[in-house]
Nanobody
Framework: QVQLVESGGGLVQAGGSLRLSCAAS???????MGWYRQAPGKQRELVAT???????NYVDSVKGRFTISRGDAKNTVYLQMNSLKPEDTAVYYC??????????????WGQGTQVTVSS
């Protein structure tokens, strides 16, 4: 299986910034990658996606504040979060559409990293 490991979450004040990172291992090819988030009592929602050709897509609520990007090797994805708001508080999950070394193509998920934005 493909393993995704997130890092960079934490506690920040409103208006602050965080940069999330996700590193993938065990893949031979990664197509799309993305970030999702889930707040307590809410459904998991897509935050941003990026293809291996760097086409990006964002949920309306983060446009202009968040930036998703890929590393040069295309096995990493980042989410730069600026002007954070309390409503951004959630567990953020990394996602990858990837092919494993066993040639299994699937959506793979990281364990999640907590982002908390205080008022």
């Amino acid at each position: 299986q493909v393993q995704l490991v997130e890092s960079g979450g934490g506690l920040v004040q409103a208006g602050g910034s965080l940069r999330l990172s996700c590193a993938a291992s065990g893949s031979i090819f990664i197509n799309n990658m993305g970030w999702y988030r889930q707040a307590p009592g809410k459904q998991r929602e897509l935050v941003a996606t990026i293809t291996n050709s760097d086409t990006t897509n964002y949920v309306d609520s983060v446009k202009g504040r968040f930036t998703i990007s890929r590393g040069d090797a295309k096995n990493t994805v980042y989410l730069q979060m600026n002007s954070l708001k309390p409503e951004d508080t959630a567990v953020y999950y990394c996602n990858a559409d990837a092919v494993s070394v066993k040639l299994r193509r699937d959506d793979y998920w990281g364990q999640g990293t907590q982002v908390t934005v205080s008022s």
